[in-house]
């Protein structure tokens, strides 16, 4: 079967079962797997994830691309998110991927599918308030990525900081073989943290966007003065703003749970810039001022 399998140029599957024979082989053959899951409309932040994983000594880089429809609780999100794949696949193979997994929804869920994962606590949280079913639908769909790929790593971006932090919870809590590798947020030149939703962005929505990173830079600045302070700077910044609909702006700790006095810390923020809901969140160091 290896011998069939051309590394060093793009090679695209659907299949599942097809391409968990194919990751088998490999690994037959003793390569390593570094693993991109995506949902397309790839731009520089996937191209960074990818980069790295492709730096990884002596593995093959295998990237999925699929919209899981499990995942949008908002029926309208999923109709609007793009679908670039013919350009998707440029980009994977500027950046040099070995193997791309493009199932389509029926290839994931047959009929008669029922099994998910449920998160738990972490996962009601911040997004998981605002978007029931979300973090069940990503982590029920990373885990059958998982098993048809069984990747030695997986990278995954900063920028979606509670999918990270419970993607990384799930790998340990049922035992998972795999390698959780986060990767620092990308962002625009004025701030803005790169998403395939800012594609939906009118002009004047893009410029009033920026808020959110401002938002959070003025947290970060503040972290020296202690949680109090951050809070009421990053809020003060989104006040500001009232053409966008704020709907969180949380300050906590590296994983989630209650902010401390002092030491590392995560500001988080979501909103929705007209039709567009967006998320970022930056690392925040608290009371050493
Ligand atoms: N700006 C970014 N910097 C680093 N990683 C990113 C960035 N944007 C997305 N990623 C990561 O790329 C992977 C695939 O994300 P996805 O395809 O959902 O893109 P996205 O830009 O997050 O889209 P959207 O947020 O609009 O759904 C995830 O691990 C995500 O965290
Ligand atoms: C991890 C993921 C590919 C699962 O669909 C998605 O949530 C994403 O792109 O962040
Ligand atoms: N990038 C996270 C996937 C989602 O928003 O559904």
Same mark, same amino acid.
């Given at each position: ?9 793009? *090679? ?11 990751? $088998? ?12 899951? *995506?949902?397309?409309?790839? @731009?520089?932040? @996937? $191209? ?5 994983? $492709? ?74 308030? @605002? ?71 009118? *002009? ?20 020296? @003065?202690?949680?109090?302070?951050? $809070? ?58």
């Amino acid at each position: 079967m290896t011998a069939e399998i051309k590394l060093g140029e793009l *090679t695209v599957y659907s299949g599942p079962s097809e391409f968990a024979r194919v990751t $088998r082989a490999l690994r037959g053959t003793g390569r390593q797997i570094a693993f991109v899951p *995506t949902m397309g409309a790839l @731009h520089e932040g @996937h $191209r960074e994830l990818l980069r790295r994983a $492709r730096r990884i000594p002596n593995a093959v880089l295998v990237a999925s691309i699929f919209v899981n429809p499990l995942q949008f609780n908002d029926s309208r999100d999923l109709e609007r998110y793009p679908r670039p794949l013919e350009t998707d696949l440029d980009v994977c193979r500027a950046e040099r991927v070995d193997l791309a997994f493009t199932p389509s929804t029926e290839d994931v869920y047959p009929p008669g599918a029922d099994t998910t994962v449920q998160p738990g606590r972490l996962g009601e949280l911040l997004e998981g308030a @605002h978007r029931p079913g979300h973090f069940a639908g990503v982590l029920t769909v990373v885990a059958k990525l998982f098993n048809i790929v069984r990747p030695d790593f997986a990278l995954f971006g900063e920028k979606d900081y509670q999918q990270l932090t419970l993607i990384k919870r799930m790998v340990a809590d049922l035992n998972m073989d795999t390698a959780v590798i986060g990767v620092p947020t990308v962002r625009e030149p004025d701030g803005l943290a790169l998403s395939s939703r800012n594609a939906l962005l009118s *002009t004047e929505d893009r410029e009033l966007a920026v808020t959110l990173s401002a938002a959070l830079t003025a947290g970060a600045y503040a972290g020296p @003065h202690g949680p109090d302070v951050v $809070r009421a700077a990053a809020r003060a910044v989104a006040d500001a703003e009232p053409k966008i609909d704020w709907e969180y702006l949380e300050l906590t700790d590296p994983d989630l749970g209650p902010a401390p006095d002092s030491g590392p810390a995560r500001l988080l923020v979501a909103a929705k810039v007209g039709q567009t809901r967006l998320i970022d969140n930056v690392p925040v160091q608290l009371g050493t001022g």
